[in-house]
């Protein structure tokens, strides 16, 4: 084992000697702990370890299929594709979801928007204001 000198601020060595007093080590025993964990260990080991995790799991049916479920249930009712992946798993949702779509299908309709179109920005205002300088006075006011 080869032996180190390391520059650590006051403050840190007072906290690296309470919690080797509290794990009853000492405080070069704490450091090698630390350097341990912090160490990684072969690249792709977490790749490895976690290889064919599922492979023996017979509730998921087919894995394409799942993994599209899976998905579709991350659609919203404001989504542009609500109504198609609706109509693929109705039962992922709901008549709220449906009461959902409509109000804001209405609303994009009636202020000239698709869904899944998001926020109206600085293009809608208007190319002057997108134009005008920001005063110093205008930045401490949005802080």
Known sequence: ????????????????????AEQ??????VLR?????????????????????WKDRDDLGDAVEW?????????????????????????LFDAEDDREHEIHKAWAAKHGRK????WVGVEKLGSSLADKPVTSDEKRSKK
């Open 1 to 20: 084992m080869t032996r180190i000198l390391a520059d650590l601020p006051d403050e840190d060595i007072r906290w690296l000697d309470q919690l080797a």
């Open 67 to 91: 993994q599209r479920r899976e998905r579709a249930s991350w659609t919203r009712p404001w989504d542009p594709d609500y109504e198609e992946v609706r109509a693929e798993f109705p039962d």
């Open 33 to 53: 702990e630390a350097v341990a964990a912090y160490r990684p260990q072969a690249p792709n080991d977490w790749i490895e370890k976690g290889f064919g995790a």
């Open 115 to 118: 869904l899944g179109g998001g």
């Open 24 to 29: 009853g080590k000492s405080r070069a025993a």
